[in-house]
């Protein structure tokens, strides 16, 4: 069945960095976009971060965290990492890894908790 588990999350301070990496299984990651969530404090929605297509990688953020956030992937190794830097506070969410293998077929890790404060 697919998984998806994510790590790397933690404190840290406003202006610092963190690496997010999602570990994809059972299905054939290569042949999928990737995306990166988050769901901050009191939201009820969560909020796209980041998305890397399959076979040629291209990329796009959401508009508060372009410059500052970077998603990549290794197929080879099945992973899909986020690369955040210069962290406000305004960035403290739970962020997910999450893919759709076909319409209606969405598939969410666990989550992993990014606190940004002082």
């Known amino acids: 069945q697919v998984q998806l588990v994510e790590s790397g999350g933690g404190l840290v301070q406003p202006g610092g960095s963190l690496r997010l990496s999602c570990v994809a299984s059972?299905?054939?990651?290569?042949?999928?976009?990737m995306r990166w969530f988050r769901q901050s404090p009191g939201k009820a929605e969560r909020e796209v971060v980041a998305i890397i297509t399959a076979a040629e990688g291209l990329t796009n953020y959401a508009a508060p965290v372009k410059g500052r956030f970077t998603i990549s992937r290794d197929n080879a190794k099945n992973t899909v990492d986020l690369q955040m830097n210069n962290l406000p506070p305004e960035d403290t969410a739970v962020y997910y890894c999450?893919?759709?293998?076909?319409?209606?077929?969405?598939?969410w890790g666990q989550g992993t908790q990014v606190t940004v404060s002082a």
């Open positions: 059972g299905f054939t990651f290569s042949d999928y976009t």
């Open positions: 999450t893919t759709r293998t076909r319409p209606g077929d969405d598939y």
